[in-house]
């Protein structure tokens, strides 16, 4: 309607008439667009113009003082018409005939029709984009062009995941990406909602995440049905969520080997780490798999107590149980493993499973919930025993086949230091309350901006990724235990 109202007064901007980049760069200033506009309604013969849409025409007419009986109103269609005659913009001028603005002088963020037109292939091109989602792409590019980041493109056919809508951005040259993170608070205030901004490595997009308004649920139980069989492809297959195209992620504990999570309360770790436990305790035996759970909060891993997989047939809660349990398996447990590879010539427990089946050497995954509560309540020596137990675990058990699984609720540099995290590569960050616990875990900022409830960042050999984790009832955790329980039912 700005365009059409320029268009229409050009005897007033016959001199100074600019470029229509030029001009969507200047009206992107609501007060410059104020003044335009104002100027526009002074002068009667702009008012009623044949080529000013409907709302646009009224809208004018009311910021003159004047209704549609006014004698100039009636008078409009014997302008002169060489007075009247318009220079053709260079948008498609049916297009914007077409098209019902609505009050231009104070837009709202993601109140767009989504049958309007919506630039998203550049300032100098206007498309039709239609469908539910058109809400979100003409908020994205209002948001970024009032932070003065010049687009290129944005692709119109966006990737839907189960939580995110991600759009898939083109900056045009000269244009840099951290200009966008440092500025993602303001984006989010723009269109609404939270906004993630990353990028894929070898990708020359910008990725620019926006909550579903529809959020799906993804259940654990076909992630798991999809895995790969344990006899053709061996291994401690766990799937972690899905990415928002759709495709689902699984990643085998005994290659990563150790796995560190963090994720405020609520968030989502403790659902994970239930999802990988029962995907573990489906597809491997008791003897081919045992499991130390340490729950300090003894409830949230109740149901597993029943499971015929846990070493020493109960789960750990105390935390002078939990430094004996630690204790056992850096001391004796890994002595005699590190011994029997050495006989058998083996380099890792892989090796040694494939060549003497017959010696039975377990798997071993110790999952540790809530490390920073565990922590805090051991006096100082026994917390830094503790300390020092997981430490040694992480840099000597892989070779022999026993694996972490270690969740905290407050990620701190005292216990998450540089040799955890060489030690612990692979990291799993849910929503975090600030930035700083973000850098803590993935080095970067992000996890305060996720959604809660599954939604995840996944730090894989130096990857950053996006999932939706999967979900799993207490009733159905209890029923597969209750079912694992029966040796004689199993197949």
């Known amino acids: 309607m700005i365009l059409e109202a320029l268009g229409a007064g050009e005897p007033l901007w016959r001199r100074e008439w600019i470029r229509e980049a030029d001009l969507i760069d200047l009206t992107r200033d609501r007060s410059a667009v104020t003044k335009v506009l104002n100027r526009l309604a002074r002068d009667p013969r702009v008012l009623l113009h044949l080529r000013t849409t409907p709302n646009g025409r009224r809208w004018l007419l009311e910021r003159a003082g004047r209704s549609l009986d006014d004698p100039v109103v009636e008078n409009a269609a014997g302008e002169d018409p060489v007075r009247s005659r318009v220079r053709a913009p260079t948008m498609n001028s049916q297009a914007l005939q077409e098209r019902d603005p609505g009050p231009v002088s104070t837009p709202e963020p993601l109140e767009a029709d989504a049958e309007d037109e919506i630039s998203c292939t550049g300032s100098d091109t206007l498309v039709r984009q239609e469908g539910p989602y058109a809400v979100q792409i003409a908020g994205l590019r209002r948001a970024l062009g009032a932070i003065g980041v010049r687009v290129l493109e944005i692709d119109p056919v966006p990737q839907v995941g189960p939580t995110v809508i991600r759009w898939r951005v083109l900056l045009k040259p000269g244009e840099r990406i951290d200009t966008l993170r440092r500025r993602a608070e303001d984006i989010s205030r723009e269109v609404g909602c939270d906004v993630m901004v990353s990028q894929q490595p070898g990708d020359r997009h910008v990725l620019l995440d926006l909550p579903r308004p529809d959020r799906q649920v993804v259940p654990l139980a076909p992630a798991i049905a999809a895995l790969p069989k344990q006899d053709v492809v061996p291994g401690l297959w766990m799937p972690l969520g899905v990415t928002p195209a759709g495709q689902g992620v699984a990643l085998d504990l005994a290659t990563l080997p150790h ?164 030690n612990m590569p692979t990291r799993i960050t849910f929503r975090l309350p600030a930035r700083v616990d973000s850098m803590t875990i993935i080095d970067q900022a992000g996890a305060e901006s996720l959604l809660g409830a599954g939604d995840m960042l996944l730090l894989h050999e130096g990857r950053l990724q996006r999932l939706q984790g999967y979900f799993i009832s207490m009733d159905e955790i209890a029923t597969l235990v209750t079912e694992l329980a029966q040796p004689k039912e199993r197949t």
């Open 259 to 422: 796995v560190l999570l963090a994720g405020a309360t609520g968030a989502g770790k403790t659902m994970a780490e239930q999802a990988a436990l029962v995907s573990l305790a489906s597809r491997l035996s008791p003897d081919q798999l045992e499991i130390v759970i340490v729950d300090p909060k003894a409830i949230d891993f109740a149901p597993f107590a029943p499971l015929p997989h846990l070493r020493g047939g109960r789960i750990v809660t105390e935390p002078e149980e939990a430094i004996d349990v630690l204790r056992e398996l850096t001391g004796p447990e890994l002595a005699e493993r590190t011994r029997i590879l050495q006989e058998a010539r083996c380099p890792n427990i892989h090796e040694l499973r494939a060549r003497r089946p017959d010696l039975g050497v377990k798997y071993i995954v110790v999952v540790i919930d809530e490390l920073a509560e565990l922590v805090t309540i051991l006096p100082r020596a026994e917390r830094e025993e503790f300390e020092r137990e997981v430490l040694r675990l992480a840099q000597r058990a892989r070779a022999v086949g026993i694996h972490l699984i270690i969740a905290t609720q407050r990620p701190t540099t005292d216990f998450v230091t540089g040799a955890v995290k060489t």
